[in-house]
């Protein structure tokens, strides 16, 4: 396919790079003089030089042709979002992704209807939130004369316990489920409760459990890609 | 009547020094501190910060603007903040300086109040050559 680049930054020069690698037709554009130059050397004509955001300049990198898709991955929003309003509604092409650089300018690529879209910050929060264990398990209650808490867990996707009855999970000993809470409503997690995805649930566990329980509730991805 | 000014250039200042003299309500917005010198004596609002920031519109007070006027130094920038505006804060007025004539032109079709002193530039300069060479 043939994929316009706007922006060749080290995240647009090695996207370029990759699509070339397997055998797409890309042109990149630059607006750094010194920039463009360097990227020339290495792409030929498939890098060109000029602010994509000027008509002349994405129509010299062949946008009337038009591409599969535009890449908006420059450094600014506001040309990100120019970028994908021009690719789309002037040429007419037909997919448009873009970086998002400042996650608080998210609503506004949101509300011009730009997407899908990109951010390494949100990227990165998703993959701590998801890497970091007290994300998953919540503790919410310390019962310091029983030696016992009480945390939250939600049931994640391929979970050991995603579409499992509780008395088929094996808990171990000093690990209890209170109760789950599903779309809203919450019930008392009896041996027949069966556990699905997204589940918010109540467990009463012996410190020291966690590790266990996050075994049978959370996802497994996390552990996989280890 | 309440304005917003985002801009505050050559064209931004006077503007708000203009709509100040005629009684508006005018917030001006700039991320440059040093922009405010020139309005010279401003009392009415002055929020400092970008005009993309959703919290700076919102200090400045776009929820009960009348009218949003968008004239930063950049292009992009002005075009995505007067969309911010229309669309999602729904001012009933909003103008956005555009310098390049191709994407005043889009931005104009897609509903934008854009006006574009480069093209009126182009037109007028037009016209007078065309003019003398008439009375010549």
Request: one cysteine or more; hydrophobic letters at 45%; proline letters at 3%.
């Given at each position: 396919m043939?994929?316009?680049?706007?922006?060749?930054g080290?995240?647009?020069?090695n996207?370029?790079?990759?699509?070339?690698a397997?055998?797409?037709e890309?042109?990149?554009v630059?607006?750094?003089?010194?920039?463009?130059?360097?990227?020339?050397?290495?792409?030929?004509?498939?890098?060109?030089?000029?602010?994509?955001?000027?008509?002349?300049?994405?129509?010299?990198?062949g946008?009337?042709?038009?591409?599969?898709?535009?890449?908006?991955?420059?450094g600014?929003?506001?040309d990100?979002?120019v970028?994908?309003?021009?690719?789309?509604?002037?040429?007419?092409?037909?997919?448009?992704?873009?970086?998002?650089?400042?996650?608080?300018n998210?609503?506004?690529?949101?509300?011009?209807?730009?997407?899908?879209?990109?951010?390494?910050?949100?990227?990165?929060?998703?993959?701590?939130?998801?890497?970091?264990?007290e994300?998953?398990l919540?503790?919410?209650?310390?019962?310091?004369?029983?030696?016992?808490?009480?945390?939250?867990?939600?049931?994640?996707?391929?979970a050991v316990?995603?579409?499992?009855r509780?008395?088929?999970?094996h808990l171990?000993?000093?690990?209890?489920?209170?109760?789950?809470?599903r779309?809203?409503?919450?019930?008392?997690a009896?041996?027949?409760?069966?556990?699905?995805?997204?589940?918010?649930?109540?467990?009463?566990?012996e410190?020291?459990?966690?590790?266990?329980l996050?075994?049978?509730?959370?996802?497994?991805?996390?552990?996989?890609?280890? | 009547m309440?304005a917003?000014?985002?801009?505050?250039?050559?064209?931004?200042?006077t503007?708000?020094?203009?709509?100040?003299?005629?009684?508006?309500?005018?917030?001006?917005?700039?991320?440059?501190?040093?922009?405010?010198?020139?309005?010279g004596?401003w009392?009415?609002?002055?929020?400092l910060?970008?005009?993309?920031?959703?919290?700076?519109?919102?200090?400045?007070?776009?929820?009960?603007?009348?009218?949003?006027?968008?004239?930063?130094?950049?292009?992009?920038?002005?075009?995505?903040?007067?969309?911010?505006?229309?669309?999602?804060?729904?001012?009933?007025?909003?103008?956005?300086?555009?310098?390049d004539?191709?994407?005043?032109?889009?931005?104009?079709?897609?509903?934008l109040?854009?006006?574009?002193p480069?093209?009126?530039?182009?037109?007028?300069?037009?016209?007078?050559?065309?003019?003398?060479?008439?009375?010549?």
């Open positions: 043939f994929v316009l680049v706007a922006g060749g080290k995240v647009g020069s996207v370029a790079r990759s699509l070339l397997n055998g797409h890309v042109v990149l630059e607006q750094d003089r010194h920039r463009h130059d360097v990227l020339e050397r290495e792409l030929g004509h498939g890098a060109v030089y000029g602010d994509a955001t000027e008509l002349f300049v994405l129509e010299a990198a946008i009337k042709r038009p591409p599969d898709i535009v890449v908006a991955l420059t600014d929003d506001e990100n979002i970028i994908c309003q021009l690719a789309r509604e002037r040429y007419g092409v037909a997919k448009a992704v873009a970086r998002v650089n400042d996650p608080r998210q609503p506004h690529f949101d509300l011009l209807g730009i997407s899908p879209t990109v951010s390494a910050v949100e990227m990165v929060m998703a993959l701590v939130e998801h890497e970091v264990p994300h998953e919540v503790h919410l209650l310390a019962l310091k004369k029983e030696n016992l808490e009480i945390v939250e867990v939600e049931i994640g996707a391929g316990a995603d579409g499992r509780v008395e088929d999970l171990p000993e000093g690990a209890r489920l209170i109760s789950v809470m779309n809203g409503a919450a019930e008392i009896v041996g027949a409760t069966k556990l699905e995805r997204g589940d918010q649930v109540l467990a009463i566990i410190p020291g459990r966690e590790e266990h996050r075994q049978l509730l959370c996802s497994t991805r996390r552990r996989e890609k280890r | 309440k917003l000014v985002i801009g505050c250039g050559r064209v931004g200042s503007l708000a020094r203009a709509l100040d003299a005629e009684g508006w309500e005018v917030s001006v917005v700039d991320e440059d501190e040093e922009a405010l010198e020139r309005i004596s009392r009415q609002q002055f929020v910060g970008h005009g993309m920031d959703s919290t700076v519109l919102e200090r400045a007070g776009i929820a009960d603007a009348d009218a949003v006027v968008v004239a930063t130094d950049g292009d992009n920038t002005n075009a995505v903040i007067a969309q911010v505006a229309k669309e999602r804060y729904e001012v009933d007025r909003v103008v956005v300086r555009i310098l004539p191709a994407r005043a032109d889009f931005y104009t079709g897609k509903g109040d854009v006006v574009s480069t093209r009126s530039a182009i037109d007028e300069l037009r016209r007078r050559v065309v003019a003398e060479r008439a009375e010549a």
